[in-house]
């Protein structure tokens, strides 16, 4: 009888779907509660890959309930793609009414922007992630309850004159928007598939925490992307810590908040990047890191326990999942970061990892001899080679916070427990 976190510890990328595929084995309910179709959450499933962007990764589970919160932006052709995965594995799916919806002109200012910006992208998804939070902040836009009726839609569109306002923003971009018409008409093509499935889903989800059942809150993107504690601009949009799951569901004091992080590092986008290997290829092409929702390839480097200490504490973490430890097997030495120095001065154990302090710190390395051993078969994190264990001690005990899973191949099997 538990409420569980699971937040990604890192840029974004660290194997959150596993993870969560795993822990929603004893889930009456999922929730996501941040993000939109910017995440892909990748699950092995009977052997096939699976890829989620905005529902729950309980959506291939016929037990428990998969569910989207008030703070999920909504990509409706992404949504409908995914219920019907979970109606071929007979998931029962419910939406927040209150969700923002993604509309056709958030995804191009998205991309105009980032079309527009020259040598100042910040390598957004271009999935309209930003502008459609722009709205919600600015108490506008379109909710997923608005597809009950055109009348509604309409007059969501057209109140205090979003929508020619928003026009207007594509324009001054170079982008042709659709007309207000057009966007009613996209808007509605959806309305048989998602009206079924809404719901109060924090009144759901306050029923069940009240009645101590199980629920697991999946976060999506990581605490280094969150827009407040990540490092503007280089960031995402949404409440990336477990934070974001108390300020969007209005449930406090979970029992447990799993943070995920990647035995090495990577991150895509923009943005500053302390222990990158700019010579990173041989770890892309051996860790397969290219993003799972827009293909690009992801940016690779060691393990920077400064960045995840960090990410731990201000993303309210109680213990870690290390994943792709099988990556670093076989090629030889490993390096972490444990120290910045910035300004000339070692960078105080509290400090606020902003964008200038991640830009102009430099980085300590310390070496760890590798192993050789293939630990795909391992289950049991005690019996993983001295080597691997000792890398993996020095991450608890510099962290603070106890390692409980270790992800050891992409198999759902291929996890090592206490
Ligand atoms: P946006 O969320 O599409 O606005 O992108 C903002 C930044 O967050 C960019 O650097 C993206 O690459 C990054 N980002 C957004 N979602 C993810 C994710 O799921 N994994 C990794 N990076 C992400």
Same mark, same amino acid.
């Given at each position: 009888?538990?409420?569980?976190?699971?937040?990604?510890?890192?840029?974004?990328?660290?194997?959150?779907?596993?993870?969560?595929?795993?822990?929603?084995?004893?889930?009456?309910?999922?929730?996501?509660?941040?993000?939109?179709?910017?995440?892909?959450?990748?699950?092995?499933?009977?052997?096939?890959?699976?890829?989620?962007?905005?529902?729950?990764?309980?959506?291939?589970?016929?037990?428990?309930?998969?569910?989207?919160?008030?703070?999920?932006?909504?990509?409706?052709?992404?949504?409908?793609?995914?219920?019907?995965?979970?109606?071929?594995?007979?998931?029962?799916?419910?939406?927040?009414?209150?969700?923002?919806?993604?509309?056709?002109?958030?995804?191009?200012?998205?991309?105009?922007?980032?079309?527009?910006?020259?040598?100042?992208?910040?390598?957004?998804?271009?999935?309209?992630?930003?502008?459609?939070?722009?709205? =919600?902040?600015?108490?506008?836009?379109?909710? !997923?309850?608005?597809?009950?009726?055109?009348?509604? !839609?309409?007059?969501?569109?057209?109140?205090?004159?979003?929508?020619?306002?928003?026009?207007?923003?594509?324009?001054?971009?170079?982008?042709?928007?659709?007309? !207000?018409?057009?966007?009613?008409?996209?808007?509605?093509?959806?309305?048989?598939?998602?009206?079924?499935? &809404?719901?109060?889903?924090?009144?759901?989800?306050?029923?069940?925490?009240?009645?101590?059942?199980?629920?697991?809150?999946?976060?999506?993107?990581?605490?280094?992307?969150?827009?407040?504690?990540?490092?503007?601009?280089?960031?995402?949009?949404?409440?990336?810590?477990?934070?974001?799951?108390?300020?969007?569901?209005?449930?406090?004091?979970?029992?447990?908040?799993?943070?995920?992080?990647?035995?090495? &590092?990577?991150?895509?986008?923009?943005?500053?990047?302390?222990?990158?290997?700019?010579?990173?290829?041989?770890?892309?092409?051996?860790?397969?890191?290219?993003?799972?929702?827009?293909?690009?390839?992801?940016?690779?480097?060691?393990?920077?326990?400064?960045?995840?200490?960090?990410?731990?504490?201000?993303?309210?973490?109680?213990? =870690?999942?290390?994943?792709?430890?099988?990556? !670093?097997?076989?090629?030889?030495?490993?390096?972490?970061?444990?120290?910045?120095?910035?300004?000339?001065?070692?960078?105080?154990?509290?400090?606020?990892?902003?964008?200038?302090?991640?830009?102009?710190?430099?980085?300590?390395?310390?070496?760890?001899?590798?192993?050789?051993?293939?630990?795909?078969?391992?289950?049991?994190?005690?019996? &993983?080679?001295?080597?691997?264990?000792?890398?993996?001690?020095?991450?608890?005990?510099?962290?603070?916070?106890?390692?409980?899973?270790?992800?050891?191949?992409?198999?759902?099997?291929?996890?090592?427990?206490?």
């Amino acid at each position: 009888m538990s409420t569980t976190v699971i937040v990604g510890a890192q840029w974004g990328d660290e194997g959150k779907g596993k993870i969560t595929h795993a822990e929603s084995e004893n889930a009456d309910a999922v929730v996501r509660y941040g993000g939109g179709a910017n995440a892909g959450h990748t699950l092995v499933v009977d052997g096939k890959e699976r890829v989620t962007h905005v529902l729950p990764s309980n959506i291939v589970r016929a037990e428990g309930r998969a569910m989207t919160g008030p703070g999920v932006v909504h990509d409706l052709e992404v949504v409908r793609d995914e219920l019907r995965i979970a109606q071929e594995y007979g998931a029962s799916v419910f939406l927040d009414r209150s969700a923002p919806i993604v509309l056709p002109i958030h995804k191009l200012i998205d991309g105009a922007r980032e079309a527009s910006a020259k040598g100042g992208k910040l390598g957004t998804t271009k999935r309209g992630i930003g502008p459609c939070y722009e709205d =919600l902040v600015s108490r506008r836009g379109v909710k !997923l309850g608005d597809l009950t009726s055109e009348r509604r !839609l309409r007059e969501a569109l057209t109140e205090r004159g979003y929508y020619a306002e928003r026009q207007s923003v594509a324009r001054h971009h170079g982008a042709e928007p659709m007309s !207000l018409d057009e966007t009613v008409e996209w808007c509605m093509q959806f309305q048989d598939d998602i009206v079924p499935h &809404l719901a109060d889903v924090r009144h759901l989800i306050a029923q069940m925490v009240q009645s101590r059942r199980n629920v697991l809150f999946e976060g999506a993107q990581g605490v280094l992307l969150d827009v407040i504690q990540g490092s503007r601009p280089y960031c995402t949009s949404s409440h990336c810590t477990a934070g974001g799951a108390s300020t969007t569901m209005g449930v406090y004091g979970f029992d447990r908040v799993i943070g995920v992080a990647k035995a090495y &590092l990577t991150r895509v986008g923009a943005g500053p990047f302390p222990t990158e290997l700019h010579d990173g290829e041989w770890l892309r092409k051996k860790g397969n890191e290219y993003g799972a929702t827009t293909g690009r390839p992801r940016r690779c480097g060691w393990l920077d326990l400064v960045a995840l200490k960090y990410a731990c504490r201000v993303g309210g973490v109680t213990e =870690l999942a290390i994943t792709k430890l099988d990556i !670093l097997s076989g090629v030889g030495d490993v390096y972490v970061s444990d120290r910045y120095l910035f300004e000339g001065k070692p960078l105080g154990k509290l400090e606020t990892l902003t964008s200038r302090v991640l830009r102009e710190s430099k980085t300590q390395l310390v070496r760890f001899a590798g192993w050789d051993e293939d630990i795909t078969e391992v289950r049991k994190i005690r019996d &993983l080679p001295e080597n691997a264990r000792a890398y993996i001690g020095y991450i608890r005990r510099y962290v603070g916070v106890p390692v409980t899973m270790v992800s050891v191949g992409p198999e759902p099997q291929q996890v090592a427990t206490l």
